[in-house]
């Protein structure tokens, strides 16, 4: 979540600028280079009424969404366009929100329940119109995980040392990160835990982040992905804030291409 203040005078552009270019450079890279596993881009709109530090609890979040992976290792990465209810001067907060995670293959393994192990990294950026901006950058190890569960379709485990740049703190911590991913008759959910900690300026951080959602496309008949369900958010000391508790869900439908 924090990085090195001298690293911050290597960047004359916008962090969206950055994290487009770097995602077209990989994208060129994975198609010269290697081959792709598995590509998935979708778009999501998201809409709650009673989130924290947003005006009135309401927040509409539209959400722009790839995943990748490939015989090197894969990539996620994702942008955020928020906006809350409008305020007593009739004016609405906008916030743009990212991460770009690619991961590297070191090693893999089969007929193991650690079916691959990566070196992982994340570039996390966003602005507001308040004026917080914050560049944060992790990395760290983690692995691909063999669950045997039934309509498991991925599983992951990351350890981040977090470098960050931000309004609330610019203290190196450590993150652990989790991800999975299920399907069965359409049924679908997965999302993510990240907890956060050994911040000298914030709290002890856990988000649990959960969606679950229908896929219509049989229903309706379509050749693309189209789900609709709910999200939950649950984030205890939300931004490192002592106290500040989010506990909410959200309506959600989402767009695959």
Same mark, same amino acid.
């Given at each position: 979540?924090?990085?090195?203040?001298?690293?911050?005078?290597?960047?004359?552009? !916008?962090?969206?600028?950055?994290?487009?270019? +770097?995602?077209?450079?990989?994208?060129?890279?994975?198609?010269?280079?290697?081959? +792709?596993?598995?590509?998935?881009?979708? #778009?999501?709109?998201?809409?709650?009424?009673? /989130?924290? &530090?947003?005006?009135?609890?309401?927040?509409? +979040?539209?959400?722009?969404?790839?995943?990748?992976?490939?015989?090197? $290792?894969?990539?996620?990465?994702?942008?955020?366009?928020?906006?809350?209810?409008?305020?007593?001067?009739?004016?609405?907060?906008?916030?743009? %929100?990212?991460?770009?995670?690619?991961?590297? !293959?070191?090693?893999?393994?089969? *007929?193991?329940? #650690?079916?691959?192990?990566?070196?992982?990294?994340?570039?996390?950026?966003?602005?507001?119109?308040? $004026?917080?901006?914050?560049?944060?950058?992790?990395?760290?190890?983690?692995? @691909?995980?063999?669950?045997?569960?039934? $309509?498991?379709? %991925?599983?992951?485990?990351?350890? /981040?040392?977090?470098?960050?740049?931000?309004?609330?703190?610019?203290?190196? =911590?450590?993150?652990?990160?989790? +991800?999975?991913?299920?399907?069965?008759? *359409?049924?679908?959910? =997965? $999302?993510?835990?990240?907890?956060?900690?050994?911040? =000298?300026?914030?709290? =002890?951080?856990?988000?649990?982040?959960?969606?679950?959602? /229908?896929? &219509?496309? @049989?229903?309706?008949?379509?050749?693309?992905? #189209?789900?609709?369900?709910?999200? %939950?958010?649950?984030?205890?000391?939300?931004?490192?804030?002592?106290?500040?508790?989010?506990?909410?869900?959200?309506?959600?439908?989402? &767009?695959?291409?």
């Amino acid at each position: 979540m924090r990085y090195l203040s001298n690293i911050n005078n290597l960047f004359v552009v !916008k962090p969206l600028s950055i994290a487009i270019a +770097t995602t077209l450079v990989l994208s060129v890279t994975n198609s010269a280079q290697a081959k +792709t596993l598995f590509s998935d881009t979708s #778009i999501s709109l998201l809409y709650g009424s009673d /989130y924290e &530090l947003a005006e009135d609890g309401e927040l509409t +979040t539209l959400t722009l969404e790839h995943a990748s992976t490939h015989t090197w $290792g894969g990539v996620f990465f994702f942008v955020d366009r928020l906006q809350g209810a409008s305020d007593a001067n009739n004016s609405r907060a906008k916030d743009i %929100y990212g991460e770009l995670s690619p991961k590297f !293959k070191i090693s893999d393994y089969s *007929n193991s329940f #650690i079916k691959q192990v990566n070196l992982a990294s994340t570039y996390e950026f966003g602005s507001n119109t308040n $004026g917080f901006e914050q560049d944060n950058f992790l990395v760290g190890i983690g692995a @691909d995980l063999n669950i045997p569960i039934d $309509g498991m379709k %991925y599983a992951s485990a990351t350890l /981040y040392h977090a470098f960050n740049d931000d309004k609330f703190s610019d203290a190196d =911590d450590q993150q652990i990160t989790l +991800t999975y991913g299920w399907e069965k008759n *359409n049924f679908v959910v =997965d $999302g993510y835990v990240d907890y956060s900690f050994n911040n =000298d300026d914030l709290e =002890d951080q856990l988000h649990i982040n959960p969606q679950i959602k /229908y896929n &219509l496309q @049989d229903v309706l008949g379509i050749d693309n992905r #189209i789900e609709v369900g709910v999200e %939950y958010s649950y984030w205890r000391n939300k931004f490192g804030l002592d106290g500040v508790n989010q506990s909410v869900p959200s309506a959600l439908v989402k &767009l695959h291409f």
